[in-house]
């Protein structure tokens, strides 16, 4: 990673804004976001303003360590304030490089009865949000100490709908927080309170502690946390709790304030992560072809896969669960293959056709045999990633697992791509990009169930804020696919919509789910797919409305790409395409439903057709009841 602009760092009090009732005032770089800190009656509360807008008032803030309540009879110490603004290059971001600019203060809180008895916060702003952490340093620790628990509570000015990730379900949501009583919700919390505030409350660097989740029950007038901390002897920082502010639910998604919050890449040559497309065997099996071959778990079948990857502009194949073995067998080694399977003879056909293998491997064999043995296996074989399947143990030890697992594959230059209820992604890809996505999802056909359009649109807007997702979309057999040995209920959806969808989800793997065979029925929609790239340079939701539809578009060189997606109603969208390049003309080469498509009774009816635009131009595109819409702006050279 590389750094573009010269880092700014200076510490000043004068530009604090201090009243007399002793009241912090903290800025965003722009100013549109303040942050008050205030001890009135020793008791220390906080506001959240957005632009003149109070969205938080006079919340408590603070933890209870041991038995010590740190919200009340607290002294601050003068606040410091730092100011970084740097930009650098992402390996496998939604952009290619990412301002990170924010100003940072620090408060020292004591007990007013026993100075040695404090930590610190730092709080962090940026010009879409903000982030606090706590920090202990080996003076404050003493013998030990233990967070008990974070009196923090939220202050909501006013009512909201709120939107969560539920894990392989649909998103929780919508939900009004008056009318409901839940203890537990997971993060991305997305809060719309009107149609110009929308907040997502989350965590960034999560690499010590378990995650934390949300308390909205009507016991309590505010929103709380619920944590799990371990002793601690040592000097250390809890994971940063963040607000994501915006004016639409579009600002949420585009921001980049997670993967700022965490270190800066700790891998010397990165020219070996690599992003892209891959198919996937697992979905396939027991497939039929119309020469007659039956798709299995074996090598004959993978070096099929292999060759229309190799023909298509697909860069890897994922060999998914059973390869080495019955997965949740404690005698399956994956330093081995099961009969059938030649991992050797499949890794050396890959290699000659340009192909990257990705080895599935599961939590059991990880420790059953050794993790840094198996890797080390994968990758003498030759495999470009690894697909780590069902952690166990609890949340903060699956939080350390997954830092083990992605250190460890970075040592043997191998990708990862976490799935099964993983930890939520928070930005750690910016230190280690080698983590190239997660299934923090409900992947399409997944827990042996479907997901419906809404999910397919409110995913991207809520699950996405977190990370990178692998959601395996890009069904084209959809009528026929649950007659597959792995393929359990109907899909719904329409083929238009699943092309769309490989635009609308950002992933460092898009894994294709589907035959070749049935690619290839429907090769110019498929084209489609075979001209999109490794890996995309941007990422802008051009209009989006939770539970209704979203619209997002992919920058690929000099082209763009862009898909949308309703929910099961039919609906017309009009897209602006001013984020074309001025002055440059180009091919629209449209994917879109037929008149009659619809995502239960007519889910392949397709239509593609070609227009010329540029970026004073507007498209007015039809979808269909579950549909979407796919469309490749190409790019003209003055001659064509």
């Given at each position: ?279 996937w065997d697992w979905r396939v099996w027991g497939y039929k072809t119309q020469d007659g071959y039956t798709y299995g778990l074996n090598t ?274 009009t897209l602006d395409l001013d984020f074309l390049s001025q002055g440059q003309k180009y091919e629209a080469h449209i994917y879109e439903d ?23 131009s507007e498209l007015r595109v039809q979808l269909a009841p579950g549909g979407g819409n796919a469309i490749h702006f190409k790019a003209l050279?003055?001659?064509?």
């Amino acid at each position: 990673m590389k750094l573009k602009n010269a880092l700014i760092a200076f510490v000043f009090l004068s530009l604090l804004s201090c009243s007399s009732k002793g009241v912090m005032d903290f800025s965003s770089p722009n100013g549109a976001i303040k942050l008050l800190l205030s001890k009135e009656g020793n008791t220390s509360r906080f506001s959240l303003l957005k632009g003149s807008d109070t969205l938080i008032h006079q919340s408590p803030l603070g933890l209870q360590l041991n038995e010590t309540d740190f919200t009340s009879d607290v002294t601050f110490s003068e606040p410091t304030q730092t100011t970084f603004d740097e930009t650098w290059e992402t390996i496998n971001g939604k952009q290619r490089t990412i301002r990170n600019h924010y100003h940072e203060y620090k408060v020292k809180v004591a007990k007013t009865d026993d100075a040695s008895l404090f930590y610190e916060i730092i709080f962090r702003l940026y010009d879409d949000g903000l982030a606090y952490h706590y920090h202990f340093p080996q003076e404050s620790i003493h013998d030990s100490v233990v967070i008990k628990k974070e009196l923090t509570a939220l202050n909501f000015t006013r009512d909201f709908t709120y939107w969560a990730y539920n894990r392989e379900h649909h998103t929780l949501g919508p939900i009004r927080r008056s009318e409901e009583n839940i203890e537990m919700i997971l993060p991305p919390f997305v809060i719309e309170s009107d149609d110009h505030n929308f907040m997502a409350i989350h965590e960034a660097k999560i690499v010590d502690f378990a995650p934390f989740n949300i308390n909205a029950s009507q016991s309590n007038q505010a929103i709380t946390f619920n944590t799990d901390y371990s002793q601690q002897n040592d000097s250390f920082s809890t994971s940063w709790r963040t607000f994501i502010l915006g004016d639409r639910i579009g600002d949420l998604v585009e921001s980049n304030l997670l993967v700022n919050l965490n270190d800066p890449c700790k891998i010397e040559d990165t020219s070996w992560i690599k992003p892209g497309k891959s198919l996937w065997d697992w979905r396939v099996w027991g497939y039929k072809t119309q020469d007659g071959y039956t798709y299995g778990l074996n090598t004959e079948s993978h070096k099929r896969f292999i060759d229309f990857a190799a023909e298509n502009n697909i860069q890897n194949l994922l060999i998914d669960a059973d390869w080495y073995g019955a997965e949740f067998s404690h005698t399956s080694d994956p330093t081995s293959a099961r009969e059938g399977i030649n991992i050797e003879e499949a890794m050396a056909y890959a290699a000659g056709k340009g192909v990257g293998i990705i080895l599935y491997l599961n939590d059991i064999g990880a420790k059953k045999f050794g993790l840094e043995k198996v890797l080390k296996q994968f990758a003498d074989w030759g495999a470009v990633g690894v697909k780590y399947g069902f952690m166990t143990g609890s949340p903060a030890d699956k939080v350390k697992q997954t830092r083990r697992v992605v250190e460890l594959c970075a040592k043997y230059k191998l990708m990862v791509d976490f799935h099964d209820n993983p930890i939520a992604p928070s930005g750690d890809r910016r230190t280690y990009p080698n983590l190239v996505t997660k299934e923090f999802n409900h992947a399409q056909a997944d827990a042996r169930r479907s997901y419906f359009p809404e999910t397919a649109v409110n995913q991207p807007l809520v699950n996405m804020i977190a990370g990178p997702l692998d959601i395996t979309n890009g069904w084209f057999g959809l009528n026929n696919a649950h007659s597959r040995k792995r393929v359990f209920k109907k899909i719904p959806g329409t083929v238009a919509a699943e092309v769309a969808k490989l635009i609308t989800v950002y992933t460092g793997w898009m894994v294709l789910p589907d035959s070749p065979e049935e690619y290839l029925k429907k090769d110019d929609l498929f084209e489609c797919v075979r001209q999109m790239p490794a890996q995309f340079d941007s990422f802008k939701v051009l209009d989006a409305k939770l539970d209704e539809f979203v619209c997002i578009a992919r920058q690929a060189g000099n082209d763009w790409f862009v898909g949308s997606l309703t929910n099961r109603e039919a609906r017309s969208i009009t897209l602006d395409l001013d984020f074309l390049s001025q002055g440059q003309k180009y091919e629209a080469h449209i994917y879109e439903d037929a008149k009659d498509s619809h995502f239960l009774n007519n889910k392949e009816a397709y239509n593609i057709r070609t227009v010329l635009v540029d970026a004073n131009s507007e498209l007015r595109v039809q979808l269909a009841p579950g549909g979407g819409n796919a469309i490749h702006f190409k790019a003209l050279t003055e001659t064509e």
